[in-house]
């Protein structure tokens, strides 16, 4: 316990300004953007998230943003268990053909409204898998897809910015 | 032991054994061609005196050449730093071979593999269902390794069919693919009697993507960018292992700076996945605090990837004949000022867990993989490790480690706790392991070669966070790849999970699972 204590105090707080520039416009956005999901979605936007054959950095990115650093959540992004509690489905891999009913059946089980986001450069187009006999390719083929984050991984901040910025916009 | 005593110790114990040729094309690999009658006993016996578990097996289509299929066994000689590779011709028209699951546990998924992937029959062998063509999605007589495959041809489609405890009382809980966290998917099935676990069945193959079929017809300098994508977490122990395939067909050494650079990465990835399993343990049990700050670690040294070499996974440093990104002085030093702060957090961290008494309650005695199941399963790496196997190809096959004075973590008691303190042990050696490389680093030094592609075959192998990761290469006369064969160490060491979960309770899955942390789309491929 009281390693715990100390390393709090020491620590201090970690998380991280997302770059000096961009920092003033997403953070100063916060309040506006809470507000706007708040009024959006009851509150917060939940995400479900869903490996549909990716090599694992991009689910490493994703859990990345969570981490204290970045901390997705406090801008009330929320990433959940079950698609029944999702509004969205952020989907990264090229669509295997083995997870093709698993994808189609968690969308199908999240409520509505409801939206897709991919991340990745496989889920966008199937990337360097495309020419697989395997894979299905993008996923926008298959469900209706309304934002891409690219990368090979997308960074944590490159998830968070578009995430944001999206949100601005749909505003 | 060079080949000769090789073949005179089987010849000890197979009377009448004639090899049909025996060559040492690499100082570490030896292989012998043998009749197709002989494969399976000489496959017995090197298994039995080496000792050591199938590597590999695998079947190449050369129907176009020779109008025959060839099937690859590999072997590990530890004591002697070497491969040895068992090969047979199986003619085109008879495609199958004799089992070798009933006596080598380890060779049994590899048949299964062969079998859907080449429609070769090993004869014998009680378990055919196929691993990553799903019965669902994948009419049978689909075999997409074969060289003349084009597309997948309609047909009946069936079900996988699980393995089933019946009784009273006996409960079925399946789970997966979709998992509740941001993780892979795979599929369990879990079969209970009141709280303990008395069957795992683990179902995989859903991050099936073809690789291996991918990589064939691509150039080796082309491909590193794929074997970087086969496992994301372990994208510079798979792109290591490609290279020094390749390298050794191509006949070209690398220069002694650029041997240095490759050992600095994989340390550094190994350590951040570590870290990573350390937190996710942590996790696993609902301790949060130190969870979060592993995780505060292991983001610093993606962080310090990135400054390192633009890439926080290590992706785009390999390439065939060196690597693509020096480090110069100022990076060197903060490489070695990162290093320091690293330890420092490191160390806060072990003394929070160790030092918390519910926690070591969770993880002691749980998740239990004992040494003898492991040797049949034929564990690798660091679950191997935890249970008191001497295994890691650092040690063996040295290189640039021997210099460094390399120490290999070992624990006995094979348990969640085993494999965290092997995770604990070699962080802190990777770390000083960074230091010693970094002293050798100069600013002049060479870091790639050129090189020539001609034709071959070569093994190519490293030792990654989880455990060995081998690729066979085969290359035609411009370098083109005709076949390329990927071994994660995560297809052994999931079927070590399903036993080391057996007695305890579904609740303690996680963190059964976060120890082993094994790789689906490395297992998938």
């Known amino acids: 316990m009281i390693h715990i204590l100390r390393n709090r105090i020491l620590k201090g707080v970690v998380t991280r300004h997302i770059e000096p520039g961009l920092s003033r416009q997403i953070e100063s956005a916060g309040p506006e953007l809470k507000l706007l999901i708040r009024k959006r979605f009851g509150r917060s936007l939940h995400i479900r998230q869903l490996d549909s054959g990716s090599c694992g950095a991009c689910e490493s990115e994703i859990a990345a943003a ?31 053909k083995n997870m093709c009913l698993a994808l189609k059946k968690t ?59 999206f949100l601005q916009k749909g505003a | 032991m060079d080949s000769s005593e090789v073949i005179a110790g089987i010849k000890n114990k197979i009377p009448g054994f004639n090899a049909l040729s025996v060559s040492r094309d690499y100082p570490d690999e030896i292989t012998i061609k043998v009749r197709a009658q002989d494969f399976k006993d000489t496959c017995l016996l090197l298994h039995k005196i080496l000792p050591s578990s199938v590597m590999m097996l695998f079947a190449c289509d050369e129907r176009g050449d020779s109008a025959k299929f060839v099937i690859n066994s590999v072997f590990l000689n530890l004591k002697k730093s070497q491969w040895i590779i068992v090969s047979m011709d199986i003619p085109q028209d008879d495609p199958c071979f004799d089992s070798l699951a009933k006596s080598v546990y380890s060779a049994s998924l590899f048949e299964r593999e062969i079998r ?4 070769i029959e090993p004869k014998g062998n009680p378990d055919l269902r196929r691993l990553r063509l799903h019965d669902e999605v994948c009419p049978p007589d689909n075999f997409p390794l074969r060289k003349d495959f084009q597309k997948m041809d309609p047909g009946q489609l069936s079900e996988y069919k699980f393995d089933r405890v019946e009784g ?58 794929l074997s970087e994508c086969v496992s994301g977490d372990s994208s510079f122990a798979h792109s290591l292992a490609f290279t020094q395939a390749a390298e050794k067909i191509f006949g070209v050494s690398v220069p002694a700076q650029a041997a240095y650079l490759r050992a600095i990465f994989l340390e550094l990835e190994r350590m951040y996945n570590h870290v990573n399993d350390i937190g996710g343990i942590a996790l696993d049990v609902g301790f949060s605090f130190p969870a979060a700050y592993a995780s505060i670690i292991k983001e610093s040294m993606l962080q310090l990837n990135d400054k390192l070499t633009g890439s926080r996974y290590l992706k785009n440093v390999n390439t065939v004949g060196g690597v693509l990104t020096g480090i110069d002085e100022t ?21 929070i867990l160790y030092s918390s008494v519910s926690f070591m309650d969770r993880v002691d005695t749980t998740g239990l993989l004992r040494r003898k199941t492991a040797e049949d399963l034929g564990a690798v790496g660091l679950s191997a490790r935890a249970c008191g196997i001497p295994m890691d190809l650092r040690k063996y096959f040295s290189g640039v480690y021997k210099e460094a004075g390399f120490k290999m973590a070992l624990q006995e008691s094979g348990d969640v706790l085993a494999r965290l303190r092997i995770r604990v042990l070699e962080f802190e050696e990777s770390c000083r392991l960074i230091e010693e490389f970094a002293r050798k680093l100069n600013k002049d030094g060479e870091i790639t070669s050129e090189l020539k592609p001609r034709g071959g075959s070569a093994l190519g192998y490293s030792e990654g966070w989880r455990g060995p990761v081998l690729y066979w290469l085969k290359t035609d006369p411009t370098g083109q790849i005709r076949r390329c064969k990927v071994v994660d160490p995560s297809f052994f060491n999931w079927q070590g999970l399903s036993y080391a979960v057996l007695g305890n309770i579904i609740p303690d899955f996680p963190l059964c699972n976060k120890s082993f942390d094994l790789s689906y789309s490395g297992n998938d491929l």
Do not use: W
Not at chain 2, 331 to 351: A, H, N
């Open chain 1, 66 to 96: 969570n981490n204290p650093i970045y901390d997705l959540g406090r801008f009330g992004i929320n990433f959940v268990a079950s698609p029944r509690h999702a509004d969205a489905l952020l989907v990264t891999g090229p669509v295997s």
């Open chain 1, 107 to 165: 969308y199908e089980s999240m409520p509505e409204p409801k939206f897709v986001i991919t991340a990745g450069d496989c889920a966008l187009n199937g990337g360097i898998f495309k020419d697989s006999y395997y894979v299905e390719g993008a996923v926008g083929n298959i469900l209706p897809v309304v934002l891409h984050i690219p990368g090979c991984p997308p960074s944590p901040l490159v998830i968070i910015q578009s995430l944001l910025s």
């Open chain 2, 116 to 119: 859907e992937m080449f429609g």
């Open chain 2, 168 to 225: 009273v009382g006996v409960f079925e809980v399946p789970v997966g693919p979709v998992h509740a966290g941001i993780i892979g998917p795979g599929h369990f099935r879990f079969s209970v009697a009141g709280e303990p676990i008395i069957n795992l069945e683990i179902r995989l193959g859903f991050t099936h993507r073809g690789v291996e079929k991918i990589f064939e017809g691509k150039p080796c300098r082309n491909a590193v960018r």
């Open chain 2, 331 to 351: 990076k060197k030093q903060m490489l070695l000022r990162s290093l320091k702060s690293l330890k420092k957090d490191f160390s806060e961290l072990t003394k």
